[in-house]
Structure formats: C-alpha cells, structure tokens
C-alpha cells in the first residue's frame, strides 16, 4: 500500500543529544515534520517514525491497536538511544496520542528518556463515541475524522478522514495504563495546550498535572491555534520553546548548535 504524499517517516543523523518525535492517531509525520527538521537544523539527531496503521488507509489501521503504537515509539527511541550513544541524552515529544506516547515512554525508559515536550496530549476519553466504540466496532466500521484542527488559514494535515471504530476501541486501555503510571515519571515535561481545541479537551492536561507529581511540569498555551499547533499559528514558538527546553535539560548543552 503506497503511503500518503508527506507521511513518510523523517530521520536525521546529528550529535548527541536526540529527539524522538511522535504523531498524533489518524496522523502522519507530516504534522511533525517542520518540527522535525527546526531540531534537526540546530545539530540534533531527530526520529520521526510513522506509526503502524497510518499514513495509508484508515482500513490498514483498522487492524492495528495501541499496543502497537507504543511497541514502534518504543523501538525507534531505543535505536535513537543507541545511535546517540552512552553519554548522549535523548528527549521524547509528541503531539496528541504522541504526547501519550511520549509520557508512555518515560514510563517504561525512566533512565533513557532526560525530557519531555507534549502538544495537546491526549489522556482521557472526552468523547462519547469512545465508550461506545468497544460495541459500535462489531456494526460501525469508520466514523468522520478528525484531522487538520488549524486555526492558520491554508494550513492542511495529512491524517484520514475516517477514524476506524477497532482502533479507537483500543485508546482507553492505553490511557489508563498511561495514567496510572504518570506517578513514575520523573523527567522534566514541558506541556503546551491549545484552549480552542476541537479534538482533545481539557481534562487531559488536568490529569497530567494532577497525577504527575514527581515531574517538574511547565505549562505554556497556544492562544492563536487549535489541535494541530505544530501547523497553527504558534508552531514558531513551540519549535524554540522545546529547543530551548533541550538546551536547559541536556549535559551541558552538547550536541546542540546556538
């Protein structure tokens, strides 16, 4: 199955401090990808993988689960971990179930992940549809999409128009495991939350600072943008927030270009 045109994973080869990047559910890369190259382009070594299910049809996704997109944000932080070295230092951030993800991995990786940024994490079931989806699954295929949440005009994101129903079906067990664990985390984490959001509300952010409690936790918003900040009006920001968060929580700043 061919992929969409910019859901290709994006990698590049830097110093030793690295940035593993996920996306969002229904998502591609290319939400990312200026994210992506902004880090790249200040010498860091950067991982944008495409999680399994995506960037071709949502009926390819139907067949994956939340395990599966933990198990290949797990892989590619553990191949950046090692391309980065034993002295090198390696961040997580995400956007939307990425941000799960990221805090996913922290949890599972406290020694390997030093850090962590997340755009409008996804932790909570917000939606209705969501606790029907374990039986809407067996008689509803696919329900509308959700992507290209942009305030900027002319903005576009790469994701499916359709949320296949068995996929969406696995999100809760993901966010409970994720929740009860958030305790454990102890990296730093830099949060970012839309308040115009039209996919994730508010109760997530509220749980992470809630239940989180052995992190140092900043939150910063995204007045002039909605879902997708990384392609709204205040990707800018987030992109020199984060490196800046690198900088301040990396040893010495190595690796890293002023």
Not at 29 to 37: F, G, H, T, Y
Not at 201 to 228: F, K, M, Q, W
Request: with cysteine.
């Amino acid at each position: 199955m061919s992929l969409l045109a910019g859901a290709e994973p994006y990698r590049h080869s830097g110093g030793s401090v690295g940035v593993l990047l996920c996306h969002g559910f229904t998502g591609t890369p290319q939400s990312l990808r200026p994210w992506a190259e902004h880090a790249a382009q200040a010498g860091l070594s950067v991982e944008l993988p495409l999680l399994p299910g995506h960037g071709t049809t949502w009926r390819d996704m139907a067949a994956t689960t939340s395990d599966d997109w933990v198990a290949a944000a797990e892989s590619a932080l553990l191949e950046l971990a090692a391309a980065c070295g034993p002295e090198g230092t390696v961040f997580v951030m995400g956007l939307s179930l990425g941000g799960c993800l990221a805090l996913r991995l922290a949890q599972l990786h406290p020694e390997t992940v030093a850090g962590l940024v997340v755009v409008n994490p996804s932790l909570a079931m917000e939606n209705r549809f969501l606790r029907l989806a374990p039986l809407l699954k067996h008689v509803l295929p696919a329900v509308r999409g959700v992507a290209s949440d942009i305030k900027r005009e002319g903005a576009h994101e790469v994701g499916y128009d359709r949320i296949p129903v068995a996929a969406a079906a696995t999100l809760p067990k993901l966010w409970r495991t994720t929740r009860r664990a958030l305790p454990s985390v102890t990296a730093p984490i830099l949060a970012y939350r839309s308040p115009q959001d039209h996919v994730v509300g508010p109760a997530s952010l509220r749980i992470l600072t809630r239940e989180a409690v052995n992190a140092r936790i900043t939150v910063r918003s995204c007045d002039d943008s909605y879902h997708v900040a990384t392609l709204d009006n205040d990707a800018t920001a987030i992109f020199d927030g984060s490196l800046a968060f690198v900088r301040e929580h990396s040893r010495s700043g190595e690796g890293l270009d002023a």
